[in-house]
């Protein structure tokens, strides 16, 4: 079984540009997260999505962040424009429905981030 | 609010050596879930454990051990006979109770384990 995969690895940008990351989730996972690691801090959620609806996006920092999933398969994270404080490891998660019944521990299948760098 | 503090940002043993690392947890729900995933040098978080706040009992996988202790809202983590492959990035981490979905992690900052030969 293929695991979540993210595109790209890395991105180095300038200040006021514009960057897209992709997340593909683990097959047959409704459930999608966004997170982001700044350098030395905690990782901090950003957005949930249940499909292809928004559950969840009270941890989006401001209004230059915008993700969608559309058909509720990958999903996008674009930051316009983006500032040097958005620097960090942006990470996607996927799960299982826990309704399903084949959810296994009900955890989170991190991908390996793309890591960030606006200068 | 929900939070996680790990107190301990790096930890340096020496092969063979046990280690704790500490996990202390914030929540007002009744019914959460901790986790606790590792870091590698290649950047990925893999899952090592999830535990319901109703399950109080400790867990012992090879040589990785778990124990929960609601009294002190701790979670804390031990390797037993470390060896250089641990050397990671811990992360401790807290979800609320969606039902039917797993709702967001709230994580710690986590402690930087590293294992010499």
């Known amino acids: 079984e293929a695991g979540v995969t993210q595109f790209p690895s890395h991105s180095v940008i300038e200040k006021g540009q514009t960057v897209t990351l992709r997340c593909d989730p683990i097959s047959g996972h409704d459930n999608l997260y966004w997170y982001r690691r700044v350098m030395g801090k905690e990782i901090k959620f950003l957005l949930h999505f249940v499909k292809e609806s928004k559950q969840d996006e009270s941890g989006m920092p401001n209004n230059r962040f915008l993700a969608e999933r559309t058909g509720g398969t990958y999903s996008t994270l674009k930051v316009q424009p983006a500032e040097l404080e958005d620097s960090g490891v942006y990470f996607c998660?996927?799960?299982?429905?826990?309704?399903?019944?084949?959810?296994?521990?009900?955890?989170?299948?991190f991908g390996p981030g793309t890591r960030l760098t606006v200068l | 609010a929900q939070k996680v503090t790990q107190a301990q940002t790096e930890i340096s043993v020496v092969e063979k050596e046990d280690v704790t690392l500490d996990c202390v947890y914030e929540t007002r729900d009744t019914t959460y879930y901790l986790f606790w995933y590792k870091q590698p040098p290649s950047g990925e978080l893999v899952f090592l454990i999830r535990r319901n706040s109703f399950d109080e009992q400790n867990e012992i996988s090879g040589r990785y051990s778990w124990n929960f202790q609601k009294s002190t809202s701790s979670f804390n983590f031990t390797i037993t006979a470390s060896q250089v492959v641990d050397s990671a990035v811990y992360f401790c981490?807290?979800?609320?109770?969606?039902?039917?979905?797993?709702?967001?992690?709230?994580f710690g900052r986590g402690t930087q384990l590293t294992v010499w030969p």
């Open positions: 981490a807290l979800s609320e109770d969606r039902g039917s979905t797993l709702g967001r992690l709230y």
């Open positions: 998660a996927s799960s299982q429905d826990l309704r399903s019944g084949r959810a296994r521990g009900n955890e989170q299948f």
